[in-house]
């Protein structure tokens, strides 16, 4: 059974949570804070005592606004410890999740909370510890005993480092693979994420997504479009207009953008 820390600078909104993890049959015990100061003294604490402990902590719930410290802040501090608890945001701003994402959060839960969304995210989080705990036992084998690089994020459950992108779905926060995406398209401050099954609006600029997935193959084709390189069938220039096939969609590359693509598919084919 987890053991949780929840954190929240609102009264209300804190005993709503905890009120909602104490009727959770697989929580064992559910302790609220109301500040970062507070919270990040209680997981010390719990980290020294180890994790057999009354005082060990499984998990933290925590809202993002804060006074003081935010939840990434305490989330930041907390990657610096070598075991630190399961982070799962719960917040009423969906603009961080990205944010979260990269801070190896299990979970991002969006207010007002659902009963049957909070939990899946306690799913999620049991689904991870369960196997730690086992590597943990005295009689476990020579495993590690703690989760390797990225094995917190339910991006990467079997610890391979495959990234993943949180999207919501009629308020259920999902983890789309970004080798799926076959091309990125820009609307207005936010995103649309196409793959072969569908596609996904996040509210994440199209110039941050190119910064971030450089290194992935995505290469900017024009102000609106960002593309997979891997993904490309088809280029095709026509009475000097460029445009490239990606699955069904054709999508025009800009004038400026098509001299490096050209060399781009050129190294890419070359191997």
Do not use: C
């Not at 802040?73 to 075991?83: P, S, T």
């Amino acid at each position: 059974m987890l053991r949780v820390l929840a954190v929240d600078d609102e009264k209300p909104a804190l005993e709503e949570l905890l009120y909602l993890l104490r009727a959770d049959s697989r929580i064992r015990s559910a302790e609220g804070a109301t500040d970062a100061t507070e919270a990040l003294r209680r997981i010390g604490r719990a980290l020294e005592a180890g994790p057999d402990s009354e005082d060990a902590i499984d998990v933290v719930f925590l809202d993002i606004h804060m006074a003081g410290l935010t939840g990434l802040d305490v989330a930041r501090l907390l990657a610096g410890f070598a075991r630190p608890p399961l982070i799962v945001f719960v917040t009423a701003h969906e603009g961080f999740a990205v944010q979260a994402f990269d801070l190896k959060a299990v979970d991002y839960v969006l207010k007002p909370v659902r009963r049957e969304r909070l939990a899946e995210a306690v799913r999620r989080v049991r689904d991870l510890v369960v196997p730690l705990r086992e590597q943990q036992r005295p009689d476990a084998s020579a495993a590690p005993a703690h989760l390797p690089a990225g094995a917190t994020a339910p991006a990467a459950p079997n610890g391979g480092g495959a990234e993943q992108i949180p999207v919501e779905l009629g308020g259920v926060t999902r983890f789309v693979p970004v080798d799926d995406i076959t091309y990125v398209e820009a609307q207005g401050d936010y995103a649309r994420l196409h793959t072969a099954a569908g596609s996904h609006l996040v509210r994440i600029p199209l110039s941050a997504l190119e910064e971030r997935w450089a290194s992935r193959g995505f290469v900017r084709i024009h102000r609106s479009h960002l593309v997979a390189l891997g993904r490309i069938d088809e280029l095709r220039l026509d009475a000097g207009t460029t445009t490239v096939r990606v699955g069904d969609a054709e999508l025009a590359v800009s004038r400026r953008h098509a001299r490096q693509l050209r060399d781009l598919l050129l190294r890419h084919a070359r191997g």
